[in-house]
């Protein structure tokens, strides 16, 4: 039997009809699209549509899309960018946001912003009202994400830019779990950018966007070049291009929401064999489920579940010092204990109930064997 793969919100498989768009910029359509020739018109050309395929699965204009080579660039490039445009001031981000938010927002510390972290509640979402709160200094800068990487749990984007455009802040979402599971629309969500990424929606590894409001002044963090106006220099990445628009051509018609049922059945299953499910209380990804069994490590059920061919990932980070539990969780008031303790399932559209049905009768078997293993051990 070959391993199940439920591990959707680390990354994605390419998608086969993604991978028949990028394969002739590969080989005979390989030209700069700065060129002037034909060879240059053409990989230009296929550029624009990926522009435009991409702006279309969001709801922007295609002239608000700047291609970048991932997410974590975005999330660098929006803060660092935007901040030098500003006067320094608040920068605050959700307690919850994916290190390529936070690591950028600590390092404005240094160019004399505050950084303020947003509280979340027990399920992960973000306070509003303690929010409102925290904006009442001046801020130029918000950025909290759309759907969180680990637990699923899905923010009220919308309503928080409002607070922070009330503020005067510009605001931020990092939507790139969201794209492809959940409807995602830049103007309903009231931000001024947005990120997104390839891989995660069935696209190539390597590439993703940000979307941009068109008044929007940011310093360029890569000079060099005038491609992406301006605003991101280097030869454009086209195959990588190519296959991001045709992944987001896809998108509409193969939304997560069908795995909701594979979802429930696997939140059931959990709950019947005593775990803890996170983020439970709150609207999640229809595809995540971020769970721990009490006293066994996260790490140890990850390797188990591997072992038995499913993948799966686990809540903490490897550190010099062991294994650090998840700061989102952390952030949720869960117990350090807890915490390490965590293991995160993302189906996929390749998944199937047989496989949720097998995995829930491996996992009862696996937390028996670790159970009876750590009784023999006290
Ligand atoms: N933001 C979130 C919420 C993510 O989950 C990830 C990837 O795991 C990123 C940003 C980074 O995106 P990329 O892998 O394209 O750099």
């Known amino acids: 039997m070959s391993p199940a793969y439920f591990d959707h919100n680390a990354t994605t498989p390419l998608d086969e009809r993604v991978l028949q768009a990028m394969l002739p910029f590969f080989r005979e359509r390989y030209g700069n699209a700065s060129s002037r020739h034909e060879f240059g018109r053409a990989a230009r050309k296929a550029v624009d549509e990926a522009r435009e395929q991409v702006a279309d699965a969001v709801g922007a204009h295609p002239s608000q899309v700047y291609f970048v080579s991932g997410g974590t660039e975005a999330n660098n490039l929006l803060i660092k960018g935007a901040a030098a445009r500003l006067q320094p001031s608040q920068v605050a981000v959700s307690a919850v946001e994916h290190p390529s938010v936070i690591k950028p927002a600590q390092e404005l510390r240094e160019h004399g912003w505050k950084v303020k972290k947003l509280a979340v509640d027990h399920d992960g979402r973000i306070d509003r009202d303690e929010a409102a709160n925290s904006l009442r200094e001046p801020t130029g800068l918000v950025s909290v994400m759309l759907a969180n990487n680990e637990t699923g749990v899905i923010q009220d984007v919308a309503s928080l830019a409002e607070l922070a455009r009330d503020a005067g802040a510009l605001v931020h979402t990092d939507a790139v779990q969201a794209l492809g599971k959940v409807p995602v629309n830049f103007p309903a969500l009231n931000v001024h950018a947005m990120t997104v990424s390839a891989h995660k929606i069935y696209g190539p590894k390597g590439v993703g966007a940000l979307i941009l409001d068109k008044r929007l002044d940011i310093k360029p963090q890569i000079t060099g070049g005038e491609h992406e106006k301006g605003l991101r220099a280097g030869t454009e990445n086209v195959p990588a291009i190519v296959g991001f628009g045709a992944a987001c051509a896809l998108v509409a018609s193969h939304l997560a929401s069908n795995q909701m049922q594979m979802r429930e059945r696997m939140d059931q299953g959990l709950h019947a064999m005593g775990a803890v499910l996170f983020g439970n209380g709150a609207e999640r990804l229809p595809n995540t489920s971020y769970f721990a069994f009490p006293g066994i490590e996260g790490e140890t059920l990850v390797m188990a579940l591997d072992r038995a061919g499913y993948a799966v990932a686990s809540g903490s980070a490897c550190s010099s010092g062991g294994t650090d539990p998840s700061p989102v969780l952390l952030a949720m008031q869960v117990?350090?204990?807890?915490?390490?303790?965590?293991?995160?399932?993302?189906?996929?559209?390749?998944?199937?109930?047989?496989?949720?049905?097998?995995?829930l009768q491996v996992l009862q078997d696996e937390i028996f064997k670790l159970k009876r293993l750590a009784a023999l051990a006290v």
């Open 335 to 359: 117990e350090r204990e807890l915490a390490r303790c965590a293991v995160r399932v993302s189906l996929g559209r390749s998944n199937e109930m047989s496989q949720v049905e097998s995995f």
